[in-house]
């Protein structure tokens, strides 16, 4: 009777500890869950606008979360687009000012950790942890996507990079690689606008602009910011690179979340080089305050018919 009393208590103490030890479990798996989630919350910028326009800047954040490995598997690109973070911020604050909220996907974690213009497969090289960093800000671009098609039926994304090409130009990607964009030049009828991440844009213009206006017209993006001082191509002034040029064409994001394969919104790959526009505080303000009026006047030409008036 006593041995059977004694395997009683000793059974309640094991499961007393049992539960002890399944609080503790739960407790600290919250506690990890809250640390992530907050750094999740540092990884990142998301602001909801008040306008048809998304800004997202992928490449130019700093931080390097010990948790994440390097990406360091072939043909792996590690290097911030210098700046373009600060860029975005710029703009973002210089629309403020004119009184416009774009919808804002910025990232502020190092390309060396995650590459947020690739898919997911490749965005990594084999370290699963960044997984849900990655889907976190495609959700937000996707999201903020679904609301201005719900709201304006259409918009624009506009995706913030820096390029390292000698000639000091900005680059324009409409999903039109070199090649194409000559053959345009030569003939504005050899190419389909389908072929684009503008797509919707031409197949809904309030004027009926076809596709060699909006790549090569006096109120293409690209005719705005040469006329403003920044050479661009493509442009009314430089229609397309020559051949042996680098060029960026546009990557994952103006794929995956302009108009080519879905029609609403349109994306825009911008970008900017180095020297006069990026290398220094100056130049930075200067374009920042250039380019967010010359975003406005585009959107009020292109997108008149679904543009809020302010």
Not at 183 to 204: A, F, M, P, V, Y
Not at 298 to 306: A, E, G, L, P, R
């Amino acid at each position: 009777m006593i041995l059977l009393n004694a395997f009683k208590i000793l059974g309640k103490l094991h499961f007393f500890i049992f539960i002890l030890m399944l609080l503790s479990v739960t407790l600290n798996c919250k506690k990890n869950k809250d640390k992530i989630d907050s750094q999740w919350d540092d990884f990142f910028e998301f602001r909801k606008g008040d306008i048809p326009l998304i800004i997202v800047a992928p490449h130019g954040g700093d931080l390097k979360p010990n948790w994440i490995e390097n990406r360091d598997c072939d043909g792996s690109v590690i290097t911030k687009d210098l700046y373009t973070l600060d860029i975005a911020f710029q703009i973002e604050n210089e629309l403020v000012k004119m009184g416009y909220k774009p919808f804002i996907v910025f990232a502020k974690i190092h390309r060396i950790k995650l590459d947020l213009n690739r898919s997911l497969k490749t965005s990594h090289c084999e370290d699963d942890t960044s997984n849900e960093l990655w889907q976190l800000f495609h959700d937000q671009i996707f999201t903020f996507r679904q609301e201005i098609i719900k709201n304006y039926d259409r918009g624009l994304l506009i995706d913030i990079h820096g390029h390292g090409h000698p000639i000091q130009r900005i680059e324009l990607g409409y999903l039109l690689d070199s090649e194409k964009l000559n053959k345009l030049s030569r003939d504005e009828s050899s190419i389909q606008h389908g072929e684009t991440s503008i797509n919707s844009l031409i197949e809904n213009h309030p004027e009926n602009k076809q596709l060699g206006d909006l790549i090569f017209g006096d109120n293409a993006l690209g005719s705005l910011l040469s006329k403003n001082g920044f050479p661009t191509v493509p442009s009314s002034i430089e229609r397309a690179p020559k051949y042996n040029e680098p060029f960026f064409s546009g990557g994952t994001n103006t794929k995956n979340y302009g108009s080519k394969y879905q029609s609403g919104v349109d994306a825009i790959q911008l970008e900017l080089n180095r020297s006069g526009l990026r290398q220094d505080i100056e130049d930075r303000e200067r374009f920042s305050k250039i380019f967010a009026k010359i975003l406005i006047e585009y959107m009020k030409f292109h997108y008149s018919d679904i543009f809020p008036s302010n």
